[in-house]
């Protein structure tokens, strides 16, 4: 890999006599790595039922290696039914190493995508409590659905300013985790500062990776082939019967009548809303789903036996659970405030009643 030159400088300086197997790993092979949901089964139970080939991760007594490059662990049942988490075998270290007993109160600071909260709340083992924050509205989203699939239901999920927590929880928890999310430097295979014409563009940082949108839209797909699969099979068990799907109702409106607002708002429902209803409502992607996936560089792997199954194994019903609703705008956001998990704009609605009377309504979060 080219790496640029000053940024190889700044390596150099730091890293000294280790700066050249430092540049060495890089032409090593990935290692890719899962971990046991100690939640759901024991490691001895999920080695004897594991459909694929699987080698112990020597310090981390749940985990395991496996050959990316041959098997999809992300397409097995197994892994929707939450048995197992996909994690670099390094990035298991930090939840692995904290002494967490069952009845402890934890906080994790920078939970989100969920790779440690999974782990801490397995290690409660149902008692005590685990506290994930993230301070991304939209990550602290993924972080929620893989809590839910591991099963963990002792946990409060927050998306805020790790400083005004200590409002909150003065001197509450028995362990806290803070690690940190780390500026991305030079982990270009899955990098955060992007790189632009061969060197780094430090102006632009992603809060989330193109890599992790690749592997969100990647397993979300599984996600509609699967659902549309067990469709299939519902119907052919009992025609009658009515299977239907259920999104996450996160509504969005226009904060002023300014036309980028709202096509910015028209966008957020696309993604958002419309997305997971369009497949497995109508059987198929819609046309905008193209500026989805090259806003992230997406290339999803999508088989035409895919989309025979997609179109074959549509729902018969639509519903959604409503969370919230907040505002969208292209304009700089000067006020906000906190929903459920998320925070949006502060929105003043100006009614001017019958006798005169002149109400301020606050109606950006429901």
Known sequence: MNLPAAFEEKMRALLGDEFDEYIACYEEPRYYGMRVNTGKISVEEFEKICPFEIRKIPWIENGFYYDGDKVSPAKHPYYFAGLYYLQEPSAMTPANRLPVEPGDKVLDVCAAPGGKATELGAKLQGEGVLIANDISSSRAKGLLKNIEVFGIGNVLVLSEEPGRLENYFTEYFDKILIDAPCSGNGACGKCRVQLKKGELDSKKTLHISDEEYQEAYQHLHYQFVASAKAVQIGHAIDPTNMIGCMICGITNYPATC???????????????????????????????????????????????EDLTDLARGTVDMYTFSYYMSSLVTTHKVTDKVSGNFSAGQKNILNILTGDGLLILMDYSII
């Open 258 to 304: 300014d036309p980028k607002d709202i096509l910015a708002c028209q966008h957020q429902w696309e993604k958002n809303i419309y997305y997971c209803g369009d497949v497995q409502c109508l059987g198929g992607y819609g046309s905008y789903v193209t500026r989805l996936w090259n806003e992230h560089n997406v290339h999803l792997d999508i088989t035409e």
